[in-house]
């Protein structure tokens, strides 16, 4: 097929697309900063201009959008244009231009109101529910396009969980910065069971969405490793590959949590650079079990891992000490 793929210089958009070409595809990507591929038809810009989305889409068969905003903080109007506005604009670009397959990489968080998840499946996206702006918006995106989806272009919304790897700045960049400066401490009792996705399991579980399409289509499915481990086995694991001594002060999750929110708060009021030391919705991710029943993922994907997180660990350390 050829396929295009949004937000191609992300951490996922980067191995999706490597994985694209080794399985035989024509691969087109659309982002704001080029992505150093080659065998790639390349177009810069925003999925908020509809010049570039079109021009992009043309003669394509299947999309993966990945391009969003992921900022922990940050003026809604911004979440809203890129997550809610861009996501739509690419859909109904693929849909004019006839594309026959839409794969929307959405988030575990659109279905998370703070309470605890434990062997779960994918629960519908509820905007109402969601915590954040970016929870907020994807939730809102993914149920338009889900509903929009029918035989002419079926849409699956893939929920990838916390997705690690070398080079990863969302999650792994930020515990190992905190460690290194004393500011990564322990929230709640750290044993609550959290599920992850290695990058490389993200990336080909994009790749079975899009052939799993058409029989898959108005459904989602979150993505994991299905190895849930506690918060203070993931912290530590991190920083030990890091080569970063880790030794937390513990905080109360309640006090965490409302810490957080005032710092969003000011944030939001003085609208400072960067990102708080912590935010509501990053206390209750590190204090509150989030781990997914996979049955029905592996099952209608045809999809299963294939690094497991004992590999990731050493490919991880790896990767620090080349650095």
């Known amino acids: 097929m050829r396929v295009l793929v949004t937000g191609a210089t992300s951490l996922l958009g980067r191995h999706t697309v490597a994985r694209l070409l080794d399985a035989g595809h024509d691969v087109v990507v659309l982002q704001r900063t080029p992505c150093g591929f080659d065998r790639v038809v390349e ?27 992921v900022d922990p903080v940050g003026d809604w109007a911004d979440f809203e244009a890129i997550n809610v506005d861009g996501t739509a604009a690419v859909h109904a670009a693929a849909r004019a231009a006839g594309v026959s397959r839409f794969v929307y990489v959405s988030s575990p968080s659109v279905a998370h109101d703070g309470s605890s998840i434990s062997g779960e499946g994918a629960a519908p996206a509820d905007p109402e ?15 338009a396009v889900l509903a929009a989806s029918d035989p002419t272009m079926p849409v699956v919304a893939v929920r990838p969980h916390l997705v690690i790897g070398p080079g990863d700045t969302q999650l792994i960049g930020r515990i190992v ?15 609550a069971l959290v599920d992850t996705t290695w990058v490389d399991n993200a990336a080909t579980s994009l790749l079975a969405a899009l052939d799993a399409l058409p029989g898959v289509g ?25 080569g970063v001594d880790w030794s937390p002060r513990t905080v109360p999750a309640r006090a965490a949590i409302a810490g957080g929110a005032a710092a969003e708060a000011v944030w939001e009021r003085s609208r400072r650079d960067g990102e708080p030391p912590m935010t509501a919705f990053g206390a209750e991710q590190l204090s509150t079990a989030h781990w997914f029943d996979q049955r029905e993922t592996r099952s209608a994907l045809d999809w299963a891992p294939e690094v497991s997180l004992a590999n990731g660990w050493v490919r991880l350390a790896a990767s620090f000490g080349e650095g």
């Open 218 to 242: 108005s459904r989602a499915f979150v993505v994991s490793n299905g190895e849930p481990r506690t918060v203070n086995e993931l912290i530590a694991r991190i920083t030990a590959a890091a």
């Open 43 to 69: 177009h810069l810009g925003s999925v908020t201009d509809a010049g570039v989305v079109d021009a992009a889409i043309a003669g394509v068969d299947g999309v993966i959008h990945l391009a969003a905003k």
């Open 129 to 143: 529910q969601a915590r954040g702006h970016y929870s907020v918006s994807k939730a809102m995106a993914e149920r």
């Open 177 to 191: 910065d905190r460690a290194r400066n004393g500011r990564m401490p322990l929230i709640g009792s750290g044993l």
